[in-house]
């Protein structure tokens, strides 16, 4: 597994803050959106794709613990001693597939320190998704991090997803809407608030440098949502139609 960070992201939506990518190993199989699956995962497209790539083959990137050390001095160069970064525009949390890597995942939670670092999850943490052993491993590991200050988000691939995500108890959730999605506020079929990611909508000059709400890691936060998007979107949409 290879991860490499980017100190200053150059994509418009998420702003000039710290992102990663890891080596598509990490990318949970029960993930629909995995190419392995029915597909339509954002990142299988355009420069992050090249990107991504090269990452996964090795040629970009460093190993954990080399990963770990440029985390830790390119944070400690900021002056915002809150500063928000992204963990993985693509890839998923370390560890080979379904299972999250609990030992890798609490130096991450480390490295962040008081930092806003965020990210997002399609590990398993439902009953069924796997062997009980992982998705129980995977919840403790999610709750872990989040309780640490570094925010996992559970990825829903729809709304009634995003329901069942949220009666856990462990982590915020965001989830994937159908492309067509209108309006800046939605609910569940539970009646759970949903807010549309403000860089998503037309003429926004909103980004992830300047909203935050993903990097909250508390439970009572509105749930996030991101219409498909990509080249892949038909395929997105199908899925968080559902």
């Known amino acids: 597994m290879k991860t490499h960070i980017t100190p200053k992201s150059g994509n418009g939506k998420v702003g000039p803050i710290p992102v990663t990518t890891s080596s598509a190993e990490t990318c949970a199989l029960s993930c629909p959106f995995n190419h392995a699956n029915e597909g339509g995962c954002y990142a299988e497209s355009g420069p992050l794709k090249l990107h991504w790539d090269k990452v996964t083959r090795g040629e970009r990137g460093e190993t954990w613990n080399e990963f770990l050390d440029s985390l830790i001095t390119t944070l400690r160069k900021s002056e915002d001693p809150r500063q928000l970064w992204r963990h993985n525009q693509a890839g998923d949390l370390p ?8 030992q890798q995942l609490a130096d991450l939670v480390r490295a962040n320190g008081n930092r806003r670092g965020w990210t997002y999850t399609h590990k398993p943490v439902l009953n069924g998704q796997d062997k009980p052993e992982t998705v129980s491993t995977n919840r403790d590991a999610v709750r872990m991090a989040n309780e640490g200050g570094f925010t996992v988000n559970l990825s829903a691939n729809n709304l009634s997803h995003a329901d069942e ?26 009646g759970r608030p949903v807010v549309v990611c403000p860089a998503t909508l037309p003429g926004s000059n909103v980004t992830c440098a300047t909203c935050g ?13 991101f219409p498909a998007h990509g080249t892949g979107a038909k395929k997105a949409d199908a899925v968080a139609s559902r």
Request: charged share 20%; glycine share 12%.
């Open 213 to 225: 709400l993903c990097a909250v890691g508390n439970l009572n936060r509105p749930i996030v949502g």
């Open 95 to 102: 560890g080979n597939g379904n299972e999250i890597d609990v």
């Open 165 to 190: 995500l949220v009666s856990l108890g462990i982590a915020p959730v965001a989830t994937v809407l159908p492309k067509e999605t209108e309006g800046r506020k939605l609910e569940t079929p539970e």
